[in-house]
């Protein structure tokens, strides 16, 4: 037997850290897209009856959101 207690340390692989990297950056897009949309919205009536075009914006941001967090959570399931 080990005298060392046992490791609470998180590893984290170096294509996690990748995806990471590469994904971070489109998720804050993503987020501070969709508060804009809703701040634009609720403060000027001319937003919201243009919004069409927004959200469309915030869809096609939606799905390399989407792919990314089922290869962070798919990445993550395995350990």
């Known amino acids: ?6 490791s609470n340390k998180t590893e984290i692989t170096g294509g996690q ?22 701040w634009s919205a609720s403060s000027n009536p001319e937003t919201l009856d243009n919004i069409e075009g927004l959200l469309t914006a ?15 959570f798919e990445s993550f399931g395995k350990d």
């Open 1 to 6: 037997m080990s005298d060392q207690p046992p």
């Open 17 to 38: 850290l990748l995806i990471a990297v590469i994904f971070m950056p489109v998720v804050v897009v993503w987020l501070i897209l969709a508060a804009r949309i809703i």
């Open 58 to 72: 915030l869809a096609v941001l939606t799905i390399p959101v989407s792919g990314g967090l089922a290869k962070v």
